[in-house]
C-alpha cells in the first residue's frame, strides 16, 4: 500500500487545504479498495488503464442513495488520483505520468446563482439561535452572514486577528495560505461583543470548543441543522456575495473579501438562482 503519511506531506507541501487533503486520503482509500477487489493486489503504482477502468465503474456502476454519481464528483476523485501520480513520481516509485486533468469529465459551466436564500431567511435563522440563548452560535452565523468569509476561516481566528476600532478581522490562513483582511459590519461586531462576554476565557482561538482548541465544523453543522433544513455555513457565504453584490458591492470588493481567486467566480453571483431561472422558464 502507498505510504499515506507520506502522500499527506506531499500534498501539504503543495500548499493543499486540510479538507482537501482528507478528501484526497479518503478517495485514495476507496481507490486502494477498488484495485484490491478488482486484481486481489497490493497497490503499488498506477496503470493507466486500469485509472479508466475505475473511472467506468464510478460512471456506470456506483451509486450513490441510489443515484449514477455526478461528474463534479468523479472529476474529484480523478483529481485526486492525478495528484497522486504526481507523487509517485516525485518519490521515483514511477517515472510515467499516466494521467492528467484532461482525464476528467467535461462538465458545462454552471451559470445559476448559487445562492438559494434570502435575507429574510437569513434573519430568522440568526433570530432561532439568538432566542435559544447560544451566543457563540449567533456570533458564527453573523459573522459568516456578513462577512463572507469560509467556515474553515472563521474556525481559525485568534483573538489577536480581531481589531474592533479599526472594524477588521485578519483572515491568516486563507485558502491558498493567502491572507486577506476582511470588514466587519456593526451587526457583526455587536454579535462577537456579547459573545466574548460569556466566552470561555482558556484558548487563543475565537471560538474555542470544551474539547478541542477550537470549534469543529462537524459541530458547526451538527448546530445549523438545529434551526435550519436548508442554511449551511456555505450557504451563508453564497448569501453574503449574492447580497453584497445588490447592495452595490463592486465585483472586486466581494472578491477581495470573500477571497476569490478568479472574479468569474463573482460573476456567478450577479446571475439569477435555479429556482428564478425554473420560474422564468415556466413564463414561456
Partial sequence: MINLEEFKEYLINEGKSDNTIKSYIINLTE?????????GLELIKLHRDNVLEFKAYLLNVKKFKGRNLNARTINAKISSLVSLNRFLVSKGIQKEFVLDKKDSIKVQTEYANPCQIEKKDVEIFKQRILENGDLRLYALASLLSFTGVRISEALKIMLGDINFEAKEIMIRKGKGNKQRIVF??????????????????????????????????????????????LITPH??????????????????????????????????YTNPSRKK???????L
Fill in 31 to 39: 481507490y486502494d479498495k477498488w484495485f484490491n477487489n478488482s486484481f
Fill in 184 to 229: 466587519l459590519n456593526s451587526k457583526v461586531i455587536q454579535a462577537l461583543r456579547s459573545y466574548l462576554k460569556v466566552r470561555r476565557p482558556e484558548g487563543k482561538f475565537l471560538f474555542v470548543s470544551r474539547e478541542n482548541p477550537n470549534l469543529s465544523r462537524s459541530v458547526v453543522n451538527r448546530e445549523f441543522q438545529k434551526y435550519s433544513d
Fill in 235 to 268: 450557504m451563508l457565504r453564497h448569501f453574503f456575495c449574492s447580497h453584497a453584490l445588490d447592495m452595490g458591492y463592486t465585483i472586486a470588493d466581494v472578491a477581495n473579501q470573500v477571497g476569490h481567486r478568479d472574479v468569474r467566480t463573482t460573476l456567478l
Fill in 277 to 283: 431561472l425554473k420560474d422564468m422558464s415556466e413564463l
